[in-house]
C-alpha cells in the first residue's frame, strides 16, 4: 500500500512538473503560436512603482536583436562574439551560460551588427538562422552542430539588413526563405538537413517577415509576406497556391496573422494594413486595405476581434480585425516599440528608451498598470540602433534583450 501510494505521488509530481515546463515553454519566435500570445494565467496585474522584480542579468549576449527561445529550463539566443556570430544556451533558472556555438561569420551593418532571428526548438535539435545567411541545426544538450545550409547557396541574396527571418519547424521540415530566382522559400529534412523541395514558381527576394500556418481546404499552407506580395505555398509539395499583391517598401517585417480563412498583414514606411480572406479553389478576396495600422517591426497581436500594436506616426493602436477600423489610438504614453501579450496584459517596451509598460488588453482605451525603465543599458549599441528585440513572457518570467544584456524578470510574484 505504501509503494502504491509512494508510486502515485511521483506520477503526480511527475505530471505538475510536466505542467509547469510545458507552461514555461517558449520555442519558437512569437511562441508556440507564432503569435506573441502566452497561455500563462497568474501573473502580476500590476506592478510595484520600481517594476517587477529582476531575477537576473546576463551581460554577455553579445551583439544582436536576437529573441529568446525558451524551452523548460533552458534558453536558446543568437550573438555576436569573439568575431563570430554564436547560438548560445543559457539556464534560465539563473542565466549560467551552459554552451555556445559558432554559426559563422558576423553581419555588419550600420544599424547594428549580429544576428537579428529568434532561434526555433524541436525536441532534441534547435534550428536558427544567422545574419549572413547560414541556417544550422544544433543539438539542444550541448551544441554540437548536426548539419548547416547557406540561402546563398539555394540561390538568396543577402537582404540589404541580413536575415531576420525565424526558421519554422512544421512536422518533418524545417522551412525558410533565402529568396531569389532558384525559388523563394524552401524545405528540408528536419534530420538531415536534406533539400526536400524549393518554389521553382516563386522567386521573388527575402525580406524581413517570419513564415506561420495555415490550413485550408484540407491542405497545410505556409504563408509569408514579401515586399510585393502576400503568398499562400502548399506545405507537402511547395508549390504556389495563390498570390495577393501588396505595397510593401523598403523593409517588410512583422509576421503575417492568421484566423481561420482570413490573413491580416501591416508593414511600415506608408504601407498600411491589409486583410484577405481564402475562398474555394486558394481564391482570395481582399476584405480590406488602408494605412490606420503601419507597423514597423514591433509586431502586432490579435485578442479575440481586435488587433494591438504600435502604428507610425498614429501611436499604440486598437484596430478592429474583422473591418480595419480603429478602436482607438494613443500617442503621448509611449513611443514606437514592440509589445507582447499574457494573461490579460500587454507588455509594451518602447524602443527609444527602454520604457517598459504593462497596460490591459482593452478595446476602452490605453489603461496603464505599471512601468519601469530598464536600467542598466548595453554601451555596445550602434549609435543608429535602438532596443529591437521583442519581449518574450513565459514561465513567469520577462525576458528583456539590449544587445549584450538579457534580462529576466519576475512576473509571478510570490
Known amino acids: ?65 536576437s529573441g529568446p527561445a525558451v524551452v523548460g529550463d533552458r534558453i536558446y539566443i543568437l550573438g555576436a562574439r569573439q568575431d563570430e556570430e554564436q547560438l548560445l544556451c543559457l539556464r534560465a533558472s539563473d542565466g549560467k551560460e551552459l554552451w555556445a556555438t559558432s554559426i559563422g561569420e558576423i553581419l555588419e551593418n550600420g544599424w547594428g551588427d549580429g544576428p537579428r532571428s529568434t532561434p526555433t526548438v524541436d525536441g532534441d535539435r534547435v534550428y536558427a538562422l544567422g545574419g549572413q ?16 545550409k547557406t540561402m546563398q547557396d539555394l540561390g538568396g541574396e543577402l537582404p540589404m539588413w541580413g536575415y531576420c527571418e525565424s526558421p519554422l519547424v512544421h512536422n518533418d521540415f524545417v522551412i525558410c526563405t533565402p529568396g531569389g530566382e532558384q525559388g523563394a522559400i524552401v524545405a528540408f529534412d528536419k534530420q538531415s538537413g536534406q533539400l526536400v ?31 510585393g506580395q502576400l503568398i ?75 488587433l494591438f500594436g504600435h502604428s507610425n506616426k498614429k501611436g499604440w493602436t486598437c484596430q478592429e480585425f474583422d473591418t480595419g477600423e480603429k478602436v482607438w489610438q494613443e500617442r503621448g504614453e509611449l513611443g514606437k516599440g514592440a509589445i507582447a501579450y499574457a494573461d490579460g496584459r500587454f507588455y509594451c517596451l518602447g524602443e527609444d528608451d527602454g520604457e517598459v ?50 534580462f529576466s524578470f519576475d512576473v509571478r510574484g510570490k
Request: aromatic share 10%; charged share 20%.
Open 1 to 65: 500500500m505504501k509503494f502504491v501510494v509512494c508510486l502515485g505521488a511521483v506520477l503526480l509530481s511527475f505530471l505538475v512538473n510536466l505542467s509547469v515546463a510545458d507552461e514555461a515553454n517558449w520555442p519558437q519566435w512569437r511562441g508556440p503560436n507564432r503569435d506573441d500570445v502566452s497561455q500563462e494565467t497568474g501573473l502580476l496585474q500590476s506592478w510595484p512603482e520600481e517594476g517587477p522584480e529582476r531575477v537576473w542579468l546576463f551581460k554577455d549576449c553579445g551583439l544582436g536583436y
Open 133 to 148: 545567411g547560414t541556417l544550422v541545426c544544433c543539438n539542444t544538450h550541448d551544441g554540437t552542430l548536426r548539419w548547416s
Open 197 to 227: 523541395w524549393q518554389t521553382s514558381d516563386l522567386t521573388a527576394g527575402a525580406h524581413y517577415s517570419s513564415l506561420v500556418t495555415a490550413e485550408h481546404l484540407g491542405r497545410s499552407l505556409c504563408i509569408q509576406l514579401f515586399e
Open 232 to 306: 499562400g505555398v502548399d506545405l507537402e509539395e511547395g508549390s504556389l497556391l495563390w498570390s495577393e499583391p501588396w505595397v510593401g517598401q523598403a523593409a517588410v517585417i512583422p509576421t503575417p496573422i492568421v484566423w481561420g480563412r482570413k490573413i491580416y498583414v501591416t508593414s511600415g514606411y506608408g504601407a498600411g494594413c491589409m486583410m484577405v480572406e481564402m475562398g474555394a479553389n486558394h481564391s482570395i478576396t481582399k476584405v480590406y486595405d488602408n494605412r490606420l495600422m503601419s507597423n514597423h517591426h514591433g509586431g502586432v497581436i490579435q485578442i479575440g476581434e481586435h
Open 357 to 406: 509598460v504593462l497596460i490591459a488588453a482593452s478595446q476602452e482605451g490605453w489603461q496603464e498598470h505599471g512601468r519601469f525603465r530598464l536600467e542598466p543599458q548595453t554601451e555596445l549599441r550602434s549609435p543608429r540602433g535602438r532596443i529591437w528585440t521583442h519581449p518574450v513572457i513565459t514561465g513567469g518570467r520577462l525576458y528583456l534583450r539590449d544587445q549584450d544584456l538579457l
